[in-house]
């Protein structure tokens, strides 16, 4: 029988890697305040796919990058929802040129 023959590697989990890819879009996103909704996906998707590797018995990789993901998720929402109150905070709403005077 030929070396390696019969034996099946570990197969990365896809939600792993959808997590880690979400997380990173929530943090690009950030700054349109989108985080809000892709950070807590990513850290969602994160953390059921380190529970799905973990009860796997082996079979299954990617914990790092659902790690990663989730960390980037928590990242992402955090930094959108700090832009958020950021841009409230300096008046960017304020639109003081349309009030009537008189």
Partial sequence: MPAGA?????????LAIAAL?????????????????FGPTAAIMGFI????????GGMM???TLALVGLI?????FVASVGW?????????FNNATATPTG
Avoid: H, K, M, N
Avoid at 49 to 56: E, L, N, Y
């Fill in 84 to 92: 958020f109150f950021y841009v409230v905070a300096s008046g960017a």
């Fill in 61 to 63: 990789g990617g914990g």
């Fill in 6 to 14: 019969g034996y099946a590697g570990q197969r990365t989990d896809g």
């Fill in 72 to 76: 980037l998720g928590i990242v992402g």
């Fill in 21 to 37: 890819v979400i997380g990173i879009v929530s943090i690009v996103c950030s700054i349109v305040c989108l985080g809000i909704i």
């Fill in 49 to 56: 796919s380190r529970q799905r590797i973990a009860t796997s």
